[in-house]
């Protein structure tokens, strides 16, 4: 869970905070600590540009070590079928949390996407594909805003 998720984590599972850890910017060192240590399932929750760069293959998120690729998430959109003017303002967009809010409002579920995305590029890391894994987005007004739980 990144720091930020924790509260809402915390209430979408209804569990104690014991039950979580904190993986701040480091999805995947959390990762790798899991491949030595297995479980049965996995919940990771975290901001959209956070989640957008673990679903694009980083392993540590933070803004020093890896940046959000706005061409991707437009190549994104348009395979969601987002129009022109759309995918334009996605890449002319300063921020991730940008880019959702313009996919929010074309009523194109970009982040469910991209939890279904980062759901399926953290066996990569785990090495194994044993794992359940259930990928949270949450928005940083406290909603969910898109998530993926995969078939395992």
Known sequence: ??????????KYFNLPE?????????????LKYLRRHPVKRISIAGGFAKICKL?????????????VDKEWLAQLLEQLG??????NQALG??????VLQISQNAN????GLIAKHGAQEAPNILQQDK??????????EGTIVGSYRDGN
């Open 1 to 10: 869970v990144q720091t930020c998720a924790l509260p809402i984590s915390q």
């Open 82 to 87: 987002a129009d022109e003017k759309t995918i």
């Open 18 to 30: 014991q039950a979580f850890i904190d993986m701040g910017d480091f999805a995947g060192g959390m």
């Open 55 to 67: 679903a694009n293959g980083a392993m540590d998120l933070h803004s020093d070590r890896s940046q």
């Open 131 to 140: 794992t359940k894994i259930e990928v949270i987005i949450v928005h940083t």
């Open 93 to 98: 967009a300063n921020t991730a949390n940008q």
């Open 108 to 111: 194109i579920d970009l982040a």
